[in-house]
């Protein structure tokens, strides 16, 4: 049973566009909420967080909204690159757990 | 700073042989952790190592995975016999605080089991 869903297998956008990246999750015990970015042939790196205290988290280009209510969160990145262009993976962690549970990934590409 | 470094990147073997991954973290991270991608799929847990004690392996499949992380520095995952569901990427991470913080992955290692 998938805890953290991303629906949407992939996105493109032109360069200078705003990307929105949806994440929905099932389990009311996450506290915690992470995006990773992944570039072929490397691992995930950290991109932004959000704690479920609050409802946005800005980090220049990027955004992260949460809404508990709807266990919904989305990225926003403003105005896109080309090298914005990779696979997003949205992870979601439990107070008292190590475990972070990962979506299976969207991949945007920023088209010039 | 070196990152987190993985070896092989690339392994293919025939089921029912064993292979074993490493993975070196960061100098100076206690917490390590290995993740398994298996194709198109989410990104799941194994297990979570500080120093060398292993603090949740709830994630690990069975019993024909065995991880372990000498003295605390470099860490091992065995695969023994391997099968064909085995085939995916193995990331290690490497953290010097507990999660939430920033995990550092490292390049993964890719198992095909033919």
């Known amino acids: 049973d998938q805890q953290v869903k991303q629906n949407s297998p992939s996105l493109s956008v032109q360069e200078g566009r705003i990307s929105i990246l949806n994440c929905d999750y099932t389990n009311s015990m996450f506290d915690y909420f992470l995006w990773y970015k992944k570039y072929p042939a490397e691992g995930p790196t950290f991109l932004i967080s959000?704690?479920?205290?609050?409802d946005k988290n800005e980090d220049g280009r990027f955004t992260v909204f949460l809404n508990k209510s709807a266990k919904h969160l989305s990225l926003h990145i403003v105005p896109s690159q080309p090298g914005d262009s990779a696979v997003y993976f949205c992870a979601a962690n439990r107070g008292g757990s190590e475990k972070l549970v990962f979506g299976k990934g969207m991949k945007l590409t920023v088209n010039p | 700073e070196a990152g987190v470094t993985q070896f092989p990147s690339h392994s293919v073997i025939e089921k029912g042989q064993t292979v074993t991954l490493r993975c070196d973290p960061i100098s100076g991270h206690d917490n390590l952790y290995w993740y398994r991608r298996v194709m198109g799929k989410e990104i799941k847990f194994l297990l979570h190592?500080?120093?060398?004690?292993?603090?949740?392996e709830s994630g690990m499949p069975n019993n024909r995975f065995l991880a372990e992380r000498t003295g605390g520095t470099y860490s091992t995952l065995k695969v023994q016999p391997a099968e064909l569901e085995d085939s995916g990427v193995y990331f290690c991470?490497?953290?010097?605080?507990?999660?939430?913080?920033?995990?550092?992955f490292g390049e993964g290692s890719r198992l095909t089991v033919l």
């Open positions: 190592f500080v120093k060398e004690s292993k603090q949740d």
């Open positions: 959000i704690s479920s205290i609050k």
């Open positions: 991470a490497s953290s010097p605080q507990p999660v939430p913080g920033e995990l550092f």
